[in-house]
């Protein structure tokens, strides 16, 4: 128990600890908070004209697509178009019919519509006789949140994983790795000392961020939060084992990183590439992809695939569990 407050007090100690648990409940606060803007404006088209130039109905045609701003000058409206950090299509009256103006850094779907505005102008009256149907404008932010918030999760669920890694690598430095070597203490209860307070705290961490960013029901946050168990207490274990092979403090951060990098990188590029058959069975192998799989089951009303996948992270626990006793008991005996 004391070995327990011990760690407790390195934590609160630890500005580096503090601020890698609450992070990904301020990313789950500001994903939350986006959702509910209206981003739609990012996608419209803005037109830029000379004063007095265009007639008033050719200027009422532009306001259908888009707002319209008149400059003074030729200066003023080429700086405009130039301006990195807008997308306004410079309009100039040609006899009849209307030029585009364009600085080339635009989106693609600005630099079509300038190449067709004119053709578009030309055939108004053909096209003001067409029938329009006005589709709902999708939401940007909402297919964004679908990978976001689950992988926003696994940062949160395995951020254990960086604490104890951590914790040992600056214990071996300060030579308390050398004291704990000479306790009465079995590998059993040293995992347990060592791998409590990040298992908790990454827990918490998951459990605030989980009622943040999801509305399940309470058989569906029953299997969430036993997700959230299994998947921080792998990354704990695993921060033990970089912990243990990490023989300093710059080589422990790049297995962090390369560790990290892992887990968020495997889950979300199955996501996006649909992988499914044998390859799909390997990747299961990185605890963080049935931890993802689990989420986005979850979010679905899956709960068949949720549960396959909460299978998936009690072997991964049992299997690191035994590998590191395994490992501890050998490294003793060796000792002696």
């Known amino acids: 128990m004391k070995g327990l407050k011990?760690?407790?007090?390195?934590?609160?100690r630890d500005k580096f600890c503090l601020m890698t648990f609450l992070l990904p409940i301020l990313v789950a606060v500001a994903l939350n908070f986006m959702g509910s803007i209206d981003m739609s404006s990012l996608g419209e088209l803005h037109f830029g004209v000379l004063e007095n130039e265009l007639s008033p109905q050719t200027v009422t045609w532009l306001e259908r697509y888009g707002p319209v701003t008149a400059y003074g000058t030729q200066e003023e409206l080429t700086t405009a178009i130039n301006e990195p950090s807008t997308n306004v299509i410079g309009v100039r009256a040609n006899d009849d019919s209307l030029k585009t103006a364009i600085s080339g850094d635009e989106l693609d779907i600005f630099r079509q519509a300038a190449a067709t505005l004119s053709v578009l102008y030309e055939q108004r009256e053909a096209a003001g006789q067409a029938e329009i149907q006005t589709l709902e404008r999708p939401?940007?932010?909402?297919?964004?949140?679908?990978?976001?918030?689950?992988?926003?999760?696994i940062v949160a669920m395995f951020m254990g994983c960086t604490f104890n890694a951590m914790n040992i690598i600056s214990e071996k430095e300060d030579g308390v790795a050398f004291v704990n070597e000479i306790l009465p203490m079995t590998p059993s209860q040293y995992i347990l000392q060592k791998v409590v307070v990040g298992f908790l705290f990454g827990s918490l961490s998951s459990i605030v961020t989980a009622c943040i960013c999801f509305r399940l029901s309470w058989q569906n946050?029953?299997?969430?939060?036993?997700?959230i168990v299994l998947s921080s207490f792998v990354a704990a274990l695993i921060g033990l084992f970089i912990g243990k092979f990490s023989e300093g403090l710059m080589i422990g951060v790049v297995y962090i990183k390369i560790v990290m990098l892992l887990f968020l990188a495997v889950p979300l590029v199955c996501a996006l590439i649909g992988v499914s058959g044998p390859l799909a069975l390997i990747c299961?192998?990185?605890?963080?992809?049935?931890?993802?799989?689990?989420?986005?089951?979850?979010?679905?009303?899956?709960?068949?695939?949720?549960?396959?996948?909460?299978g998936i992270l009690?072997?991964?626990?049992?299997?690191?569990?035994?590998?590191?006793?395994?490992?501890?008991?050998?490294?003793?005996?060796?000792a002696v």
């Open 6 to 12: 011990y760690q407790m007090k390195s934590v609160l």
């Open 139 to 153: 939401d940007i932010m909402e297919s964004l949140q679908g990978i976001f918030i689950p992988a926003v999760l």
């Open 314 to 334: 009690a072997t991964h626990c049992i299997a690191w569990f035994a590998l590191y006793v395994l490992l501890s008991t050998r490294h003793n005996k060796q």
């Open 221 to 227: 946050f029953g299997l969430m939060l036993v997700l």
């Open 284 to 310: 299961n192998i990185v605890p963080s992809q049935p931890a993802f799989e689990g989420i986005m089951a979850l979010s679905a009303g899956s709960m068949g695939t949720a549960m396959k996948d909460t």
